[in-house]
């Protein structure tokens, strides 16, 4: 698939050339540094992109391609087979509904129930996702839910029709360590019986919970692996760098900075920042080479 935001200096080319499966039951991480495409490329899949973004390629559901149906249908595909659990649930909850009655929208909507009985079921919801005193909780608004709370509810609100394939983008993302844990423990659970897409820069989410792990930098996909794999070694050098970066691995940092969507550097994309760069590297672009049963785009594996 390919993304463009036009804008007033050119294309942003926010996903360049990305093709990736995921497997029934499985979890698979889609990781990297923010702005390289991995929010945008789970927002495509449901077709959630502003009206004027160029669009190209095939999304493919079990063996529909999403892009060739009507809206309509797509709405209702939305939420009752793909499920979403947005980032900052703060500003994905409306401020004016209580949280119940927006957790039992999708019931009703994709369900067919009816209010009162949705919102029985908000409460059962808001139970499992471990919401304490939910015949109270159901009544109230955002604003009185704490952050570690909201990100409970959205997560409830994407469960809620019961999805065969759910999208979780940045779960835990300004959670504190506590609230984090938790928030993690569930989404192992919730995992366990389905398919599920984990949109994340923390690798702690990443090892406890994926499968297999598809690493993207600037657009691109870089490396994909099955996680155990993965932590234990890196092949791509961004990988090594993005993993090494981490407090809990010595924060070295990556030098310079992610390059320009607008005009990326030719050949291979992370070169001006790698420390094996080689002539080739700078000139030719690396295509996804299988190395033992993962993929990784660069030359040191060709």
């Given at each position: 698939m390919y993304v463009d935001f036009p804008t007033d200096d050119g294309l942003v080319r926010a996903v360049n050339g990305v093709d990736l499966s995921i497997a029934e039951d499985e979890v698979l991480g889609l990781i990297g540094e923010s702005g390289c495409g991995k929010s945008v490329l789970g927002l495509s899949i449901i077709r959630l992109l502003q009206e004027d973004v160029i669009f190209k390629g095939d999304i493919l559901y079990?063996?529909?391609?999403?892009?060739?149906?009507?809206?309509?249908?797509?709405?209702?595909?939305?939420?009752?087979?793909i499920g979403m659990i947005p980032q900052n649930p703060g500003s994905s909850l409306n401020p004016v509904l209580t949280v119940g009655s927006q957790i039992a929208e999708p019931l009703m909507l994709h369900k067919h129930?009816?209010?009162?009985?949705?919102?029985?079921?908000?409460?059962?919801?808001?139970?499992?996702?471990?919401?304490?005193?939910?015949?109270?909780?159901?009544?109230?608004?955002?604003?009185?839910?704490?952050?570690g709370m909201k990100e409970r509810a959205v997560i409830a609100m994407g469960i809620a029709s019961e999805p065969r394939f759910i999208i979780a983008d940045e779960p835990t993302?300004?959670?504190?360590?506590?609230?984090?844990?938790?928030?993690?423990?569930?989404?192992?659970?919730?995992?366990?019986?389905?398919?599920?897409?984990?949109?994340?820069?923390?690798?702690?989410?990443?090892?406890?919970?994926?499968?297999?792990?598809?690493?993207?930098?600037?657009?691109?996909?870089?490396?994909?692996?099955?996680?155990?794999?993965m932590f234990e070694k890196q092949l791509h050098p961004y990988t090594g760098g993005f993993f090494n970066s981490l407090p809990s691995r010595g924060l070295k940092p990556i030098k310079g900075s992610s390059p320009s969507l607008i005009d990326p550097p030719q050949g291979c994309r992370f070169h001006p920042r790698c420390?094996?760069?080689?002539?080739?590297?700078?000139?030719?672009?690396?295509?996804?080479?299988?190395?033992n049963g993962r993929l990784v785009r660069c030359f040191l594996y060709a």
């Open positions: 079990r063996g529909e391609n999403l892009y060739l149906i009507e809206k309509e249908d797509m709405r209702k595909l939305r939420g009752k087979e129930v009816k209010g009162s009985l949705a919102v029985k079921m908000a409460e059962k919801l808001l139970e499992r996702v471990r919401i304490g005193d939910p015949q109270k909780r159901v009544k109230d608004y955002p604003h009185q839910y704490s952050g993302k300004g959670l504190d360590v506590t609230v984090k844990r938790n928030i993690v423990k569930l989404l192992k659970e919730i995992s366990e019986k389905k398919t599920m897409l984990i949109i994340t820069h923390d690798l702690g989410v990443a090892e406890e919970v994926c499968d297999r792990i598809a690493v993207m930098y600037a657009g691109e996909l870089v490396e994909v692996s099955p996680a155990a794999l420390n094996y760069c080689s002539d080739r590297c700078r000139t030719e672009h690396p295509p996804m080479i299988e190395k």
